[in-house]
């Protein structure tokens, strides 16, 4: 988006659990049907991926069948809108290859669809769902460990990370598609992408330029703005937002784990003494974070239409400039963001925080670990027309050169060279980076964001993409971020936060193979799900003398719903990656 991430770019790096529940079977079964084949697949003979001479127009490889026109449907589990059928560069990589992408993307509850794909077979060439195991498990994917040796370009991206792609079934089946590089490739980290605690620069920049480090003075700062400017640009101020809309409500239900100093691990967190997971919904960090957002309420910071918004409504509020704080993640509220840089409004942009229990070093950063969650990704079906024809595709959108194209555009008009081997964006392509729709509908990005990539950085050091460049970072900043850095004493956001952390292999919880719904320990996690979306906002808006007793109804009623038998598949999950079965 996830990830996805992800991010991406997220950007979409990050993966989201979702409640997908159409799905049969233990996950300790063997799948069934993993090694079926589309029809068309048993011409090996057959050579794919030939380059035919260059392209006078942009210099990019033609594959030899590109004459041979061929679609794939790739059905996306998350809302979009599909690029405009005149994409220019759409366009030139399809009129290059042959090949066309004809991205679904989801339209109402993915449970639902989900279910009935699963149930009828009905399964378009590949799917990109946050997690691929249902349709692992209903043999809807086919293995691809004897076709990637014959991509070079794919089997030099994913042949690192075998054993995280086939932990689960012995098999490859996903390609994934978010942060796929090995540490000495990783980009640096300018900025918090993922989780954490955000507020509009003019709220820092009016404080002094304190950095806030504990809830207290998170809100202190929020409150002090919120009463010296009631409206912003016109429209109501709005101190703390909480998403609550479907699967996004990790808003609302994440964030005593990053109290605790923990990364983006899910519904538990770790122990990393003794690598065991534990519950820190039910903890008194739990209790005094819901009780202090029960404090905001009262005083009008938290607003109530906040738990019924929609996203796009909750898009829409950032948008606005209003919006002076949040919990959520960056890919997530990016669009409502990139409208702010849009129309100049950089001191109404946002910084991830180093908040935390007092004295608790924060972790919101991750360290590249050399690892990557093997199910955010794309699954070739067993419906797949030609399995060979789209992997060929795939290689080719991997070529440098076709990554700089879809990335960056085209030398001259888009971006320029910098130094050796950086490149920064020219302003009116940057401009139009920050217009989702121009971005959509005139550029590659949601092709490149939906296929294969590379990220980070090459071997020789050139940056993969402009979110992974130095000198287009520095490019990019406004007068206002560069003074804004400056009073802080700091080269880049990241700086506010505590140092990366390098996380252990079985990192993040999320990422595990449990399905919400199925099996006990999926419907250990619904249940206890279910229980902090009732409670919580109740927690939030009840009377401050019922908190207490609201609180212990809320704890009764997580441990009736039994949720140990997640716990302890996660803790076993822990110990299988660890070697320690």
Avoid at 74 to 102: C, H, M, R, W, Y
Wanted: hydrophobic share 35%; proline share 6%.
């Amino acid at each position: 988006m996830k990830r996805f991430g992800k991010v991406l770019a997220f950007l979409l790096v990050l993966v989201i659990a979702v409640s997908i529940t159409a799905c049969d079977s233990s996950k300790d079964s063997e799948p069934t049907n993993q090694d079926s084949q589309s029809s068309n697949e048993n011409n090996e003979s057959t050579k794919l991926g030939t380059i035919d001479g260059k392209d006078p127009e942009t210099g990019l490889p033609m594959l030899a069948d590109r004459n041979n026109p061929i679609t794939f449907k790739v059905f996306l589990g998350s809302p979009g809108q599909a690029p405009a059928k005149d994409n220019p560069v759409i366009k030139k990589i399809t009129e290059l290859t042959g090949v066309t992408i004809d991205f679904e993307f989801l339209v109402g509850d993915l449970s639902q669809k989900v279910g009935v794909m699963i149930a009828g077979e009905d399964y378009p060439d590949a799917i990109n769902v946050d997690d691929a195991q249902k349709f692992i498990e209903a043999g809807a994917y086919i293995p691809l460990d004897d076709k990637l040796p014959n991509y070079p370009n794919l089997n030099d991206l994913y042949s690192p990370f075998k054993e995280d792609l086939t932990a689960k079934y012995g098999k490859t089946y996903i390609l994934e598609l978010y942060n796929v590089y090995t540490p000495e490739l990783a980009p640096p980290i300018f900025d918090n992408g993922g989780a954490g605690f955000f507020m509009q620069k003019d709220v820092i920049a009016e404080s002094g330029y304190k950095v806030p480090r504990t809830l207290d003075d998170y809100f202190g700062m929020i409150e002090a703005y919120a009463a010296k400017h009631p409206t912003v640009d016109g429209v109501k101020t709005r101190g703390f937002e909480i998403l609550c809309d479907g699967w996004r409500d990790f808003c609302l239900r994440n964030p005593a784990q990053h109290l605790l100093g923990d990364g983006n691990n899910g519904d538990a967190t770790i122990d990393y003494e003794t690598n065991t997971a534990y519950f820190y919904q039910i903890t008194d960090t739990a209790k005094n974070y819901y009780k202090k957002l029960n404090e905001e309420y009262h005083k009008g910071i938290i607003i109530p239409d906040t738990f019924t918004q929609s996203y796009d409504q909750y898009l829409s509020r950032i948008s606005s400039g209003a919006v002076l704080g949040m919990f959520d993640q960056r890919w997530n509220f990016a669009d409502g963001e990139n409208a702010l840089k849009a129309d100049e409004k950089w001191n109404r942009t946002y910084v991830s925080l180093p908040i935390t229990n007092p004295g608790v070093k924060d972790g919101y950063l991750d360290a590249p670990n050399g690892h990557i969650t093997g199910i955010n990704g794309i699954g070739i079906t067993k419906n797949c027309k030609d399995t060979d024809r789209l992997l060929e595709f795939y290689d080719y959108l991997l070529n440098r050169e076709v990554q700089d194209y879809l990335q960056w555009g085209v030398e001259g008009k888009d971006w320029v060279k910098a130094g050796e081997n950086d490149k920064v964006l020219t302003e009116e392509r940057r401009v139009l980076n920050y217009d989702t729709a121009k971005a959509r509908d005139l550029t590659g990005v949601t092709l490149w964001n939906y296929s294969p990539k590379r990220q980070g950085r090459y071997p020789d050091g050139a940056p993969c993409g402009p979110g992974d460049s130095v000198a287009e970072y520095k490019a990019s900043q406004s007068d206002y971020d560069k003074g804004f850095l400056e009073a802080l004493k700091i080269d880049y956001p990241a700086q506010l936060l505590s140092e990366p952390v390098k996380r252990p292999a079985y990192y993040p919880i999320w990422a595990m193979a449990i399905e919400e719904g199925k099996g006990a320990a999926g419907a250990a996690q619904t249940a206890m799900i279910d229980v902090c979306r009732k409670y919580y906002p109740k927690l939030i808006m009840c009377d401050p003398g019922e908190y207490d007793s609201l609180w212990n109804e809320f704890v009764s009623a997580f441990n009736a719903a039994n949720p140990q038998p997640y716990l302890d598949e996660i803790n076993k999950q822990i110990k299988e990656r660890l070697g320690q079965n």
